[in-house]
């Protein structure tokens, strides 16, 4: 959770402390509420702001506050050789990004601390205390306690160490002694055998599962004093294991590929004392430049590259020409990528490996057709009898197509009849005895797929999750339905095929037209244009009297045309200035809350229409407060807010862009309240989930891809990021009413300009069309 979102309610008043007793910043008392960072009122009597660099140890014995931004942990002074205190006159704060540390502090860790420091006299009854605060030190270091109490102490109080008290921990030391870390370091069975005088088997793999994560700790201590994040850390040992400095010192730009950026890792060559053989002409330096331009190619989208993409950000990188020339050069056949010498393009191995795999079996799948028999003419029959109306011509044609062919689509805008066609299908289906698996990527979309089709359905991470679609016998038959699948990314749709037998039937419904994933690749819309999968298009029916329009007025945006009327039927443009769009939103939204959600194309006007929107709508509702060791803190979230998840949590339920409605703000135990989803769950607000947790009442589009919504009222701003197909897509959303805000010139032009998604390079259109 960011410091902007979280401020702290109060930090106060020491308790009557002797020499010996641990102090701790939890047992600090004052009703002044202040922002994390900020000092409590009233207690302060000196505070020096030291130049010079100080340094201490300290055993943890306090963690007021940890986020994804920040860690707060504080701890007493230790003494040379012993594991008691120093004179206990003072203690030592320190606050640090978690990318700035090897690992996670916990209560008993030792950590050694070096950096300008501030001290700060307060007030401990009838004396004075000093806190000893280090913010963002110079070094910073964690080890695991050597020998003895400190052992002993830290393996009783580490969470990691479950089930192993006290006691246990004491019983430990007693059978191995000094001989502790060369047999706790490798988990063999002679080391289980030892262990198992003095613990239960679970007790054991708690112990070995505990230590694991410190005993990396000398090479997690030497990549943070080079300046290494945490997080790319542990992606590295993961891959390398004990062998990651040496990979780093053969080639430090191997930390690329593990999150750090060009330019950190030139820095890091720059000021460390490793005397690493770098030069700026280095081949090794050339190649990674040129992966890192292709990687910013894939982060827009593109599955492969050309030379006057990667140009820019090649003169960005290494700021000469010739340096420029070498790196086009350099390293091509070091396994990252593949140059087309016909045309010229650069691959990279992992996307040209992922379309390869999903072409190979999209196509075997396509070249099982004709199966349409007597059992699927006779399921077809059933299926349509129970229909309460006749399907169109085309229609007919689209459900005839997914019985014919192992893989089809059904594609169309909205209102042309997709769910129609795709529920007739999957009826004929079940009839013929097929298991049905539908899937679509947002939870609230696999809602409404359930609700529309009446079969089971789940979100493709709870598929991905689950054991893999394989037949258990000849006669079992699976199909696997993938809704909304214009948003199915290439990495997405290579781990579907990889999840599912060859024997799997197919069947994509989606509309091509609307925002591409977010991911790189566009897989419907290359399914489409390669014509190599048997697609029916779906056409909107000739309007019927007293419907809303949205379809036809969406059909005429994705042409390029703007609509004669900006408002018809259940459409209504309200011409604003770009200054007042923030809030005209917010006066829409109030006229009717329970219905309607707000889409704005940039995270800044989404937040500022999130403000003006609660302050509305919901002035007065409990705030979000919450206790983290013994210090109060503060969301700014009230009771029943519509709040917006950005991070995937499968485990709680959570996906990026679930929505739903704070509906406790009662804090038990290790939650400090509940969000109930759209989709019915509910859940807990710990500690991780409120990290993610946001206002909701307006959302980004991307948020919204999937999900549809009774009444929308959409925000319109030209930029990079509104387009056509943003505007097409934002329109589709809804389900019976529109309200677009903004300037009907910027309207004008952003329907009448190309979108941006046909400029996204992809191959697997090129693969699919192959012999």
Not at 135 to 160: D, N, V, Y
Not at 202 to 212: H, K, M, P
Not at 406 to 421: D, N, P
């Amino acid at each position: 959770m960011s410091e902007a979102k979280v401020q702290k309610m109060h930090i106060a008043n020491c308790a009557n402390t002797s020499a010996q007793i641990e102090v701790d910043t939890g047992s600090f008392q004052n009703g002044a509420t202040h922002a994390i960072g900020q000092q409590p009122v009233g207690q302060l009597k000196v505070q020096q702001a030291a130049t010079q660099l100080h340094q201490d140890q300290m055993r943890v014995t306090s963690i007021p506050y940890s986020s994804t931004n920040m860690v707060i942990f504080s701890g007493v002074p230790l003494a040379k050789n012993s594991y008691k205190t120093n004179s206990g006159k003072y203690y030592i704060t320190i606050k640090v990004s978690p990318d700035e540390i090897p690992v996670q502090p916990a209560l008993g860790q030792h950590w050694s601390v070096k950096g300008a420091r501030s001290v700060d006299e307060v007030e401990a009854g009838d004396f004075l205390m000093q806190q000893h605060t280090y913010e963002s030190p110079e070094h910073i270091e964690c080890s695991l306690p050597e020998t003895g109490e400190q052992l002993i102490r830290f393996i009783a109080r580490e969470a990691g160490f479950k089930g192993i008290g006290e006691s246990k921990a004491r019983a430990l030391w007693e059978l191995l002694g000094k001989d502790f870390h060369s047999i706790v370091r490798k988990d063999t069975p002679e080391s289980r055998e030892k262990l198992r005088s003095v613990l239960s088997e679970d007790s054991i793999n708690a112990l070995f599962e505990g230590y694991a994560k410190y005993k990396n700790l000398a090479y997690c201590n030497w990549m943070t004093e080079h300046k290494i994040p945490a997080g790319v850390q542990q992606r590295l040992l993961k891959h390398h294991g004990e062998e990651s400095i040496e990979a780093i010192k053969q080639n430090p730009y191997v930390l690329i590929g593990f999150g750090m950026s060009f330019e950190q890792v030139d820095t890091m060559i720059t000021n460390c004392d490793l005397k690493l053989e770098i030069t700026t002409c280095d081949s090794k330096r050339l190649s990674a430049a040129l992966e890192t331009a292709i990687r910013k190619e894939i982060d827009k989208g593109h599955t492969y590259t050309n030379q006057a993409a990667l140009r820019p950000y090649l003169t960005k990188l290494l700021k000469d020409k010739e340096l420029v020339a070498a790196a086009f050069k350099a390293g091509h056949d070091k396994a990252q990528y593949i140059l087309n010498p016909d045309t010229g393009t650069y691959h990279p191995m992992a996307q040209l490996l992922m379309e390869n795999v999903v072409a190979k079996r999209l196509k075997a799948l396509a070249n099982q057709n004709n199966l349409y028999d007597e059992n699927a003419n006779s399921a077809y029959c059933s299926a349509v009898g129970e229909l309460p109306y006749e399907l169109t011509k085309k229609q007919v044609e689209a459900v005839i197509t997914c019985l014919d062919n192992a893989v089809s689509c059904i594609t169309g805008g909205a209102g042309t009849g997709k769910t129609t066609v795709l529920r007739t299908a999957l009826r004929a289906y079940h009839q013929m005895g097929f298991e049905i698996h539908a899937v679509a990527l947002s939870g609230r979309a696999a809602m409404r797929l359930h609700e529309s089709i009446g079969f089971i359905t789940s979100t493709i991470a709870k598929l991905l999750g689950e054991d893999p679609i394989e037949p258990t016998s000849d006669k079992q038959k699976h199909l696997l339905v993938i809704d909304e699948a214009s948003m199915i990314d290439l990495p997405t749709m290579y781990r579907l095929v990889n999840h599912i037998h060859p024997s799997v039937r197919i069947i994509f419904t989606g509309d091509p037209d609307q925002l591409p994933p977010i991911g790189c690749g566009k897989v419907l819309a290359d399914i489409v244009l390669s014509k190599a999968i048997a697609n029916t298009m779906l056409e909107i029916v000739k309007r019927q009297e007293g419907t809303t329009g949205i379809p036809e007025y969406s059909k005429l945006i994705n042409s390029g045309i703007v609509p004669e009327k900006l408002s018809t039927g259940a459409i209504h443009f309200h011409e604003t200035t770009k200054s007042d769009i923030a809030q005209v939103c917010c006066d829409l939204y109030q006229q009717s809350p329970e219905n309607s959600r707000v889409m704005a194309p940039t995270k800044a006007l989404v937040a500022d229409i999130n403000k003006l929107t609660q302050e509305a709508v919901n002035p007065n509702g409990d705030r979000l407060e919450f206790e983290m060791h013994g210090e109060r803190f503060f969301q700014n979230l009230r009771l029943n807010d519509a709040i917006l998840f950005t991070q995937n949590h499968y485990d709680k339920g959570i996906q990026n862009g679930s929505l739903g409605t704070l509906t406790s703000v009662e804090s038990s135990g290790e939650s400090y309240g509940e969000v109930t989803l759209d989709t019915g769950d509910i859940i807990e607000d710990t500690q991780s989930v409120l990290d993610c947790m946001e206002l909701g009442y307006a959302i980004t589009l991307h948020k919204a891809q999937g999900s549809q919504f009774p009444r929308i009222i959409i925000a319109v701003q030209k930029g990079k990021i509104v387009d056509r197909a943003w505007l097409y897509t934002a329109i589709t959303r809804a389900e019976a009413e529109i309200h677009i805000v903004g300037s009907s010139d910027d309207l004008r032009v952003i329907t009448e300009a190309h979108s941006n998604s046909h400029k996204r390079n992809s191959y697997l259109v090129e693969l699919l069309r192959q012999n």
